[in-house]
């Protein structure tokens, strides 16, 4: 039972452009959501997050959008840069007691930004 | 202040073989969690402790799994005799009151 779903598996973008990556979700007792990038053979790095009591968070050139009826967020990179090519997760938890806010992630979506 | 550290950052082994993975949170850190990554997916969760407390283990970690943090700071993950299957990308994150983890660089193992 996948409860965070990336369905895209890659995304090209030019840069100078947004690049948009989407996330779904299925279970309504998650509260709280994140961006993590990841480098191969690194851990991921942790870009910006959400609480389910908003929706949208900005940072820089990163924005969360979070649709908590449709069960989806969104990731926009204003303007993309080549250095922001990396494998990118959502991620999502839910800390009330019993589940400890443990991190349920996506399959993440590899974004390629060409100069 | 440095980041969440793992060592070694690489293990090769044979299957059978017992390996032992270390895990510094950052340092303020209660709450650190284990993680492991496969090809081509995202993190999946392990085990949570609250200090010194596991309170919570996933179906994934069978019986030749253990994890300490015996003074509340830092953390192992054992794999008694390993198998092919085991071979990941071992994972720790640590987080404080707020919601955030941060992450290691992770832990490489392959299992011949």
């Known amino acids: 039972d996948q409860q965070v779903k990336q369905n895209s598996p890659s995304l090209s973008v030019q840069e100078g452009r947004i690049s948009i990556l989407n996330c779904d979700y299925t279970n309504s007792m998650f509260d709280y959501f994140l961006w993590y990038k990841k480098y191969p053979a690194e851990g991921p790095t942790f870009l910006i997050s959400?609480?389910?009591?908003?929706d949208k968070n900005e940072d820089g050139r990163f924005t969360v959008f979070l649709n908590k009826s449709a069960k989806h967020l969104s990731l926009h990179i204003v303007p993309s840069q080549p250095g922001d090519s990396a494998v990118y997760f959502c991620a999502a938890s839910e800390d009330d007691g019993t589940s400890y806010g443990k991190l349920t992630f996506g399959q993440g979506t590899i974004l390629t930004v060409h100069p | 202040d440095t980041g969440v550290s793992q060592d070694p950052r690489h293990k090769i082994t044979k299957r059978g073989q017992n390996v032992t993975f270390r895990c510094d949170p950052i340092?303020?850190?209660?709450?650190l969690y284990w993680y492991r990554q496969t090809l081509g997916q995202g993190p999946e969760f392990l085990t949570y402790f609250q200090n010194e407390a596991q309170l919570e283990k996933s179906r994934l970690l069978s019986d030749r799994f253990s994890a300490e943090r015996p003074k509340g700071s830092f953390s192992t993950l054992e794999i008694q005799r390993t198998e092919q299957g085991d071979s990941a990308m071992y994972l720790c994150?640590?987080?404080?009151?707020?919601?955030?983890?941060?992450f290691g660089p992770g832990t490489r193992l392959l299992v011949l």
């Open positions: 994150a640590s987080r404080y009151w707020e919601q955030t983890q941060y």
């Open positions: 959400i609480s389910s009591i908003k």
């Open positions: 340092s303020e850190h209660n709450r």
